[in-house]
């Protein structure tokens, strides 16, 4: 909001006030098309547009000092390798617990939102080799999404659980799809319309198709880190036959969300977080 500007005494301070305003113009337009012809406004936007929208420890991939294109694909990164025996019930014992340490340190990446999308790969990779999903993806998307659980202020309990819930705007059309309630508002606290939830972000009528207890709790719910990233894993490899080559993975992040904005920041995301890790563990 702008400041109301004071009233001038006398015909000669207003005079000098309205010279300094044309002088402040001026010298404003000049720094403009000189950072425009520069590509410098280009390259801020778009490290604004990656940059974390909430709290947490995320490294950043670093800032372009041009602008330069989203990659058009992130590879699957290696599977990580498993723990010798698990260290938790679930999906987030599965992964051996050096590599999540120096992952997790390299990356940015909270080591139990890093445990959950490695056990979830692990867990897809052993049922459905031929899907060829990686770890990075589920990260990328689960950056995107919720800053891996921590927006708004919250935070991902031992269990797996993220709190305060995590619940996007209602689907009312005015700004988004309109889906209008199909849960009665059990998970998303709306009986009017539907609201996307949980650390990936599943609408309840998705959830519904795609619901697992991936934590070993007995309990599936969107709100807990390792249900949803399994969950969202199922989807991927139901949506396209395999995440291993360029136009299908463009096809699984599309069925996921059809945003060209966002296929851009999962692919730049999920791309830094396979390199990071092969940075960490050669």
């Not at 590599?99 to 390299?106: G, K, N, Q, R």
């Not at 797996?160 to 005015?174: C, K």
Request: proline residues 8%.
């Amino acid at each position: 909001m702008l400041a109301a500007t004071p009233r001038c005494r006398s015909d000669s301070r207003q005079v000098r006030m309205v010279e300094w305003r044309m002088l402040s113009r001026r010298a404003l337009a000049t720094l403009i098309g000189g950072l425009l012809a520069g590509g410098v406004v280009l390259a801020l936007l778009i490290a604004l547009v990656l940059a974390p929208r909430g709290g947490g420890g995320d490294a950043a991939p670093p800032a372009p000092t041009e602008a330069a294109p989203a990659p058009r694909w992130a590879a699957p990164a290696e599977v990580p390798p498993g723990a010798s025996e698990p260290t938790r019930a679930g999906v987030a014992g599965l992964a051996d617990p050096e590599w999540l340490a120096a992952v997790a340190a390299e990356t940015g990446i909270p080591e139990r939102a890093l445990a959950a999308y490695a056990g979830a790969a692990i867990a897809k990779n052993g049922e459905r080799p031929d899907c060829d999903l990686g770890w990075n993806t589920l990260a990328g998307i689960g950056w995107v999404e919720s800053r891996h659980g921590s927006y708004g202020g919250a935070s991902i309990a031992d269990d797996g659980t993220v709190s305060p819930p995590i619940i996007g705007i209602a689907l009312d059309g005015s700004t988004t799809a309109l889906i209008p309630d199909t849960d009665d508002g059990a998970i998303d606290g709306d009986d009017e319309f539907d609201r996307a939830v949980g650390p990936m972000q599943f609408i309840p009528g998705s959830w519904a198709n795609w619901f697992v207890d991936a934590s070993g709790d007995g309990d599936a719910d969107p709100h807990n880190i390792d249900d949803a990233s399994l969950a969202a894993a199922n989807y991927l490899c139901r949506a396209t036959p395999t995440l291993g080559d360029e136009e299908s993975w463009r096809a699984g992040i599309a069925a996921y969300n059809s945003a060209s904005s966002y296929l851009d920041a999962v692919a730049t995301r999920s791309a830094f977080y396979a390199q990071a890790a092969a940075d960490a563990v050669p």
